[in-house]
Protein backbone atom coordinates (compact mmCIF):
# COMPACT_ATOMS: atom_id res chain seq x y z
CA UNK A 1 0.00 0.00 0.00
CA UNK A 2 1.09 3.63 -0.55
CA UNK A 3 1.85 5.32 2.64
CA UNK A 4 1.06 9.43 2.46
CA UNK A 5 3.07 11.44 4.85
CA UNK A 6 1.91 14.99 5.44
CA UNK A 7 4.11 17.68 7.78
CA UNK A 8 3.42 19.48 9.93
CA UNK A 9 1.01 17.71 11.76
CA UNK A 10 0.00 21.14 13.64
CA UNK A 11 0.46 24.54 12.40
CA UNK A 12 0.06 27.40 14.09
CA UNK A 13 -0.49 30.30 12.27
CA UNK A 14 -1.87 34.01 12.16
CA UNK A 15 -4.88 35.80 9.62
CA UNK A 16 -2.70 36.62 6.53
CA UNK A 17 -0.07 34.24 6.99
CA UNK A 18 0.89 32.38 3.91
CA UNK A 19 1.04 28.37 5.36
CA UNK A 20 2.46 25.78 3.34
CA UNK A 21 1.77 21.64 4.29
CA UNK A 22 3.57 19.54 2.78
CA UNK A 23 2.02 15.72 1.86
CA UNK A 24 5.35 12.94 0.45
CA UNK A 25 3.78 9.54 -0.92
CA UNK A 26 6.13 6.44 -0.32
CA UNK A 27 5.97 5.91 -4.36
CA UNK A 28 5.34 7.84 -7.24
CA UNK A 29 1.75 8.55 -7.39
CA UNK A 30 2.17 10.56 -10.71
CA UNK A 31 0.12 13.61 -9.57
CA UNK A 32 -3.08 11.54 -8.52
CA UNK A 33 -3.60 13.08 -5.41
CA UNK A 34 -6.45 15.54 -3.85
CA UNK A 35 -6.26 17.59 -1.22
CA UNK A 36 -9.71 17.78 1.80
CA UNK A 37 -10.39 20.70 4.59
CA UNK A 38 -12.13 19.28 7.14
CA UNK A 39 -13.92 21.21 10.21
CA UNK A 40 -15.15 19.99 13.82
CA UNK A 41 -18.43 17.99 13.10
CA UNK A 42 -18.57 18.33 9.30
CA UNK A 43 -17.73 15.89 6.56
CA UNK A 44 -14.42 16.73 4.44
CA UNK A 45 -15.02 19.35 1.24
CA UNK A 46 -12.34 18.77 -1.79
CA UNK A 47 -10.29 21.67 -2.43
CA UNK A 48 -7.78 20.31 -4.72
CA UNK A 49 -7.50 17.58 -7.72
CA UNK A 50 -4.77 16.01 -9.51
CA UNK A 51 -2.17 17.96 -7.29
CA UNK A 52 -3.38 21.32 -8.97
CA UNK A 53 -6.79 21.46 -10.13
CA UNK A 54 -8.89 23.87 -8.28
CA UNK A 55 -12.19 22.49 -7.57
CA UNK A 56 -14.99 24.33 -8.57
CA UNK A 57 -16.38 27.27 -6.11
CA UNK A 58 -12.66 26.97 -3.77
CA UNK A 59 -11.10 30.65 -3.22
CA UNK A 60 -7.87 30.87 -5.10
CA UNK A 61 -5.77 31.42 -2.12
CA UNK A 62 -5.68 27.69 -2.07
CA UNK A 63 -3.48 26.01 -4.34
CA UNK A 64 -1.53 22.94 -4.97
CA UNK A 65 1.33 21.64 -6.74
CA UNK A 66 4.06 18.66 -7.01
CA UNK A 67 4.05 15.74 -8.85
CA UNK A 68 5.82 12.45 -8.04
CA UNK A 69 6.27 12.08 -4.28
CA UNK A 70 6.36 15.46 -3.20
CA UNK A 71 3.46 17.69 -2.72
CA UNK A 72 2.33 21.05 -0.75
CA UNK A 73 -0.92 22.78 -0.52
CA UNK A 74 -0.53 26.55 0.17
CA UNK A 75 -2.80 28.99 1.39
CA UNK A 76 -1.73 32.18 0.12
CA UNK A 77 -3.26 34.81 2.58
CA UNK A 78 -4.83 32.50 5.31
CA UNK A 79 -8.74 33.45 6.50
CA UNK A 80 -10.48 33.40 9.56
CA UNK A 81 -12.80 30.49 7.90
CA UNK A 82 -9.55 28.19 6.82
CA UNK A 83 -8.59 27.32 10.24
CA UNK A 84 -9.27 23.42 9.75
CA UNK A 85 -7.88 19.84 9.41
CA UNK A 86 -6.43 19.57 5.64
CA UNK A 87 -6.02 16.05 4.52
CA UNK A 88 -4.14 14.79 1.47
CA UNK A 89 -5.03 11.55 -0.26
CA UNK A 90 -3.29 9.17 -3.34
CA UNK A 91 -5.52 7.75 -6.29
CA UNK A 92 -3.21 6.61 -7.95
CA UNK A 93 -3.88 2.90 -6.95
CA UNK A 94 -6.20 0.55 -4.61
CA UNK A 95 -6.32 0.55 -1.54
CA UNK A 96 -6.33 4.88 -1.55
CA UNK A 97 -4.66 6.40 1.37
CA UNK A 98 -5.09 9.40 3.42
CA UNK A 99 -2.38 11.34 5.09
CA UNK A 100 -2.92 11.52 9.12
CA UNK A 101 -3.97 15.21 8.79
CA UNK A 102 -2.52 18.84 9.27
CA UNK A 103 -4.40 20.85 11.75
CA UNK A 104 -3.61 24.47 11.21
CA UNK A 105 -5.07 26.55 14.16
CA UNK A 106 -4.91 30.24 15.78
CA UNK A 107 -1.57 31.77 16.77
CA UNK B 1 -28.81 19.99 -5.32
CA UNK B 2 -26.19 17.52 -5.32
CA UNK B 3 -26.20 15.41 -2.46
CA UNK B 4 -25.33 11.98 -0.95
CA UNK B 5 -27.19 10.45 1.45
CA UNK B 6 -25.83 7.57 4.09
CA UNK B 7 -28.28 5.37 6.23
CA UNK B 8 -28.13 1.54 7.73
CA UNK B 9 -25.42 2.54 10.74
CA UNK B 10 -26.15 1.51 14.44
CA UNK B 11 -25.07 -0.71 16.74
CA UNK B 12 -24.17 -4.70 16.69
CA UNK B 13 -22.29 -6.92 18.75
CA UNK B 14 -18.80 -8.28 17.40
CA UNK B 15 -18.85 -10.81 14.75
CA UNK B 16 -22.44 -9.50 13.77
CA UNK B 17 -23.33 -7.63 10.43
CA UNK B 18 -25.22 -4.18 9.20
CA UNK B 19 -26.04 -3.06 5.39
CA UNK B 20 -25.02 0.49 4.91
CA UNK B 21 -26.66 2.31 1.91
CA UNK B 22 -25.72 5.46 0.22
CA UNK B 23 -28.43 7.20 -2.03
CA UNK B 24 -27.08 10.43 -4.35
CA UNK B 25 -29.95 13.28 -5.69
CA UNK B 26 -28.99 15.96 -8.04
CA UNK B 27 -26.69 14.31 -10.23
CA UNK B 28 -27.10 11.32 -12.67
CA UNK B 29 -25.88 8.47 -9.60
CA UNK B 30 -25.24 6.05 -12.31
CA UNK B 31 -22.42 7.75 -13.99
CA UNK B 32 -20.10 7.84 -11.42
CA UNK B 33 -17.74 6.22 -8.74
CA UNK B 34 -18.99 5.78 -5.06
CA UNK B 35 -16.21 5.82 -2.09
CA UNK B 36 -17.00 4.73 1.56
CA UNK B 37 -14.16 6.65 3.82
CA UNK B 38 -14.84 6.46 7.92
CA UNK B 39 -13.36 8.09 11.01
CA UNK B 40 -12.86 7.51 14.10
CA UNK B 41 -13.93 10.15 16.28
CA UNK B 42 -11.08 12.76 16.92
CA UNK B 43 -9.16 10.55 14.37
CA UNK B 44 -8.40 10.81 10.80
CA UNK B 45 -9.75 9.90 7.33
CA UNK B 46 -9.60 5.90 6.49
CA UNK B 47 -10.77 5.17 2.69
CA UNK B 48 -12.63 1.61 3.06
CA UNK B 49 -14.19 1.20 -0.35
CA UNK B 50 -14.60 2.09 -3.70
CA UNK B 51 -17.02 1.06 -7.16
CA UNK B 52 -16.77 2.67 -10.21
CA UNK B 53 -19.77 3.36 -12.50
CA UNK B 54 -20.39 0.19 -14.07
CA UNK B 55 -18.85 -1.55 -11.16
CA UNK B 56 -16.06 -3.41 -13.21
CA UNK B 57 -13.58 -1.89 -10.54
CA UNK B 58 -13.72 -2.40 -6.60
CA UNK B 59 -11.10 -1.75 -4.14
CA UNK B 60 -11.35 -1.93 -0.40
CA UNK B 61 -9.13 -1.20 2.88
CA UNK B 62 -6.73 -3.96 3.51
CA UNK B 63 -8.40 -3.53 7.09
CA UNK B 64 -11.87 -4.76 5.45
CA UNK B 65 -10.82 -6.82 2.88
CA UNK B 66 -12.57 -10.45 2.78
CA UNK B 67 -15.50 -8.88 5.59
CA UNK B 68 -16.89 -6.05 3.81
CA UNK B 69 -18.26 -5.99 -0.21
CA UNK B 70 -19.09 -2.90 -1.85
CA UNK B 71 -22.04 -3.25 -4.32
CA UNK B 72 -24.28 -0.94 -6.40
CA UNK B 73 -27.74 -1.35 -7.61
CA UNK B 74 -28.61 0.78 -10.53
CA UNK B 75 -32.14 0.28 -10.95
CA UNK B 76 -32.78 1.92 -7.74
CA UNK B 77 -29.66 4.19 -7.41
CA UNK B 78 -28.30 2.81 -4.13
CA UNK B 79 -24.67 1.66 -3.59
CA UNK B 80 -24.52 -0.21 -0.39
CA UNK B 81 -21.92 -1.56 1.58
CA UNK B 82 -22.50 -5.09 3.27
CA UNK B 83 -20.09 -5.00 6.26
CA UNK B 84 -19.97 -8.83 8.13
CA UNK B 85 -17.60 -9.86 10.61
CA UNK B 86 -17.75 -6.68 12.58
CA UNK B 87 -14.87 -5.92 15.04
CA UNK B 88 -14.80 -3.02 17.30
CA UNK B 89 -12.28 -1.41 15.60
CA UNK B 90 -14.86 -0.82 12.75
CA UNK B 91 -16.41 1.66 15.56
CA UNK B 92 -16.51 5.13 13.15
CA UNK B 93 -18.46 7.16 11.09
CA UNK B 94 -19.02 6.18 7.53
CA UNK B 95 -19.21 8.46 5.05
CA UNK B 96 -20.57 8.14 1.43
CA UNK B 97 -18.63 10.10 -1.60
CA UNK B 98 -19.21 10.68 -4.85
CA UNK B 99 -16.25 10.82 -7.28
CA UNK B 100 -15.62 13.45 -9.84
CA UNK B 101 -15.70 11.13 -12.40
CA UNK B 102 -16.78 7.45 -13.51
CA UNK B 103 -13.55 6.01 -12.83
CA UNK B 104 -11.78 6.87 -9.49
CA UNK B 105 -10.73 10.26 -9.34
CA UNK B 106 -11.14 12.06 -6.03
CA UNK B 107 -14.14 12.52 -3.80
CA UNK B 108 -16.35 16.02 -4.60
CA UNK B 109 -19.37 15.13 -2.56
CA UNK B 110 -19.98 13.83 1.00
CA UNK B 111 -23.17 13.01 2.79
CA UNK B 112 -23.03 13.62 6.37
CA UNK B 113 -22.40 9.92 7.72
CA UNK B 114 -23.96 7.15 9.47
CA UNK B 115 -22.48 6.29 12.84
CA UNK B 116 -21.86 2.15 13.59
CA UNK B 117 -21.19 0.54 16.81
CA UNK B 118 -19.73 -2.08 17.28
CA UNK B 119 -19.34 -3.15 20.94
CA UNK B 120 -20.10 -6.47 23.64
Known amino acids: DIQMTQSPSTLSASVGDRVTITCRASEDINTWLAWYQQKPGKAPTLLIYRASGLESGVPSRFSGSGSGTEFTLTISSLQPDDFATYYC?????????FGQGTKVDIK | EVQVVESGGGSVQPGGSLRLSCVGS????????IHWVRQVPGKGLEWVSG????????GYADSVKGRFTISRDTAKNIVYLQMNSLRPEDTALYYC?????????????WGQGTVVSVSS
Open chain 2, 97 to 109: AKDRLRQGHAMDV
Open chain 1, 89 to 97: QQYNSYPWT
Open chain 2, 26 to 33: GFPFDHYA
Open chain 2, 51 to 58: ITWKSESI
